[in-house]
């Protein structure tokens, strides 16, 4: 059996093609044999969770398994969100 892998992908010119507005079928179509494998996709994009809103329920479940959001700062696994990561208020004080 083949080794189960975490695939990680960017959304903006890599799964969404801003031209059409869409996620092409061809990307679809290899998302799902990816799966289908056994292997687990993840979303990694700098993109906020706001920014997102309106794209998860499109891209969760079937399609993703999680995503990474605000450029690493928040983890999301499923619908569960595993890690928020902020800034320290000290360190930028700091660099003020």
């Not at 083949?2 to 990307?27: A, C, N």
């Not at 906020?48 to 329920?57: D, F, K, L, T």
């Amino acid at each position: 059996m083949p080794e189960r892998r975490i695939f990680f992908f960017d959304l903006d010119g890599t799964l969404l093609d801003h031209k059409t507005r869409s996620f092409p079928e061809s990307t679809r179509e290899a998302l799902r044999l990816l799966k289908s494998r056994g292997h687990l996709l993840y979303l990694n994009t700098s993109r906020s969770v706001n920014e997102m809103a309106n794209a998860r329920p499109h891209l969760s479940g079937e399609i993703l398994d999680g995503y990474i959001l605000s450029g690493g700062a928040v983890t999301v696994d499923g619908e569960r969100t595993v890690e928020t990561v902020y800034a320290d208020s000290q360190d930028i004080a700091l660099a003020m």
